[in-house]
């Protein structure tokens, strides 16, 4: 299977632990993106890099969230001291640069679910 | 942050009609407008999408309405079959500094027999 892959799918966790999500990209993809979705809503981006630099990040990436890409390939998202307000899909996208602007196309990892108890 | 409206929340049509899903964005220049859609427990993917220059796309079943002046594209999904049961996401891209990608809030479409 060559597309995006996130792991695990699915996580439940007590409340105050660290959870941590891992994404794959398509390996030719040097864009990666993390969006945030709860039920009935849209994704809700959180963060992308370009490589291995994180170009933008989301005021709704409070200081409990960091995410890394650190050799421009697979990408890591922590979320630390988890709350209940944590609780939602997370999804990672990859694409190429300039493949958004020309085609709108993102292709989407299945998501990591996070329940927090 | 770039205000996306999407409409309808939700939406039940009947196998064979006409499925139309609007959305509305602010007053920023965007250099896209895709349309993804979501199948439970999977991610969403493209379906179709348009550049502002084009007023109308149409692939397949599926077409795009652009309305620049209005600010405004909508979906529209012909002869509705039950796979086509989904959510639908708009989504914005915009160009100014870094890419900005603003998905809407989605719409859960039931094609119903």
């Known amino acids: 299977d060559t597309g995006v892959s996130q792991d695990p799918r699915h996580k439940i966790t007590k409340r105050g632990q660290n959870v941590t999500f891992r994404c794959d990209p398509i390996s030719e993809h040097n864009r990666l993106y993390w969006y945030r979705q709860t039920l009935g809503q849209g994704p809700e981006f959180l963060t992308y890099?370009?490589?291995?630099?994180?170009?933008?990040k989301s005021r709704l990436l409070s200081d409990r969230f960091s995410a890394e890409r650190p050799k421009g390939s697979f990408s890591t998202l922590e979320i630390q001291r988890t709350e209940q307000g944590d609780s939602a899909m997370y999804l990672c996208?990859?694409?190429?640069?300039?493949?958004?602007?020309?085609?709108?196309?993102?292709?989407f990892g299945e998501g990591s679910r996070l329940t927090v108890l | 942050q770039q205000q996306v409206k999407q409409s309808p929340q939700s939406l039940i049509v009947q196998k064979g009609g006409i499925s139309i899903i609007n959305c509305a964005y602010e007053n920023t220049a965007f250099d896209y407008f895709p349309w993804y859609q979501q199948f439970p427990g999977k991610g969403p993917a493209l379906l179709i999408a348009i550049r502002p220059d084009v007023s109308e796309k149409k692939e397949g079943r599926f077409t795009i309405s652009f309305n620049k002046s209005a600010k405004q594209f909508s979906l529209h999904i012909m002869d509705s079959q039950p796979g086509d049961s989904a959510t639908y996401f708009c989504?914005?891209?915009?160009?100014?500094?870094?890419?900005?990608?603003?998905f809407g809030t989605g719409t859960r479409l039931t094609i119903i027999p």
């Open positions: 989504l914005v891209i915009s160009n100014f500094g870094n890419e900005k990608l603003t």
């Open positions: 996208a990859s694409s190429l640069v300039g493949t958004a602007i020309n085609t709108g196309e993102l292709f």
């Open positions: 890099f370009q490589n291995e630099a994180q170009l933008e």
